[in-house]
């Protein structure tokens, strides 16, 4: 999330994201504001709440953090079509290079969750490896759409990708992924071709839907979040998923503790001392 309509946000749930960049402002060039944070050294998870001990103190205290480890035999799971997930097709969307990852801004969609409020789509991105992890499994992709409701509640529907043995890749992430040499410098731009999420849409409804409430995945991690992801992985052949690793790097959270249970920070801090 990074779009000025999503200013707002900072504000309440905190830099956004699963990612954090999209709050952040375009510079006056065109191009696009590089996050303060990364997933290395001293800009890296166990540092990010020295970033700024206000604001991102949930990064160390809070207790229902994301990603989690997805138990399949304890998550719960969506009821079968109460999740509406409509994203119509576009002609072209904006990609860009924000160092902390890939991002594409696009915002004529909506999720719906049984009789709830609506939400709109903010923006969509990707994390390698995955950020989440299902029976402890990781996979080598993952990507979360971000919504938005009107009192700037987060709702995000992730995928996890897994790579193909016949080649056979996603359609709309090979769209997506076909400018990827456009953006190989973070702060930099291009626009996609058209985008169909029929596809995707169809790939949601006719499988399982994990959920649970947790956090943002990077500053502010802040907590609240609505996630649902599915539960059947997307297929990714291997010459794109070189191509995205070679740019998003190592960009994905730990696994942090069960639901409910202490910050692994504040249990490790409580050991050390």
């Not at 904006?94 to 160092?99: A, M, Q, S, V, Y």
């Amino acid at each position: 999330m990074k779009l000025s309509n999503l200013l707002p946000l900072a504000a309440t749930a905190g830099a956004s994201c699963i990612r954090g960049t999209s709050l952040l402002p375009r510079a006056a060039d065109g191009l696009v504001a590089i996050n303060s944070y990364n997933y290395t050294n001293l800009g890296g998870p166990l540092t990010w709440y020295g970033l700024n001990n206000e604001t991102n103190a949930a990064c160390s205290q809070g207790k229902h953090q994301s990603p989690i480890d997805i138990v399949t035999a304890e998550i719960d799971y969506v009821p079968t079509g109460s999740l509406k997930f409509n994203i119509p097709a576009t002609t072209a969307a904006k990609f860009e290079n924000l160092g902390s990852g890939l991002e594409v801004v696009l915002t004529n969609g909506t999720l719906s969750v049984g009789n709830s409020t609506q939400y709109k789509l903010a923006q969509f991105h990707f994390h390698t490896p995955s950020e989440h992890r299902i029976n402890e499994e990781y996979f080598p992709l993952e990507s979360h759409f971000v919504f938005e409701d009107s009192e700037s509640n987060i709702a995000v529907v992730g995928f996890v990708f897994q790579l193909s043995e016949t080649g056979v890749s996603f359609p709309l992430f090979d769209a997506v992924f076909a400018h990827i040499d456009d953006i190989t410098a973070p702060g930099t731009f291009t626009e996609t071709g058209p985008l169909d999420f029929t596809g995707l849409t169809a790939h949601l409804d006719s499988h399982g839907i994990y959920q649970y409430d947790g956090s943002l995945t990077t500053p502010p991690c802040s907590e609240g979040v609505a996630w649902y992801l599915s539960t059947e992985p997307l297929p990714l052949n291997v010459q794109s998923y070189n191509k995205v690793k070679q740019i998003l790097k190592f960009n994905s959270r730990y696994t942090q503790n069960a639901l409910g249970a202490d910050n692994l920070l504040e249990v490790a801090a409580h050991e050390l001392y």
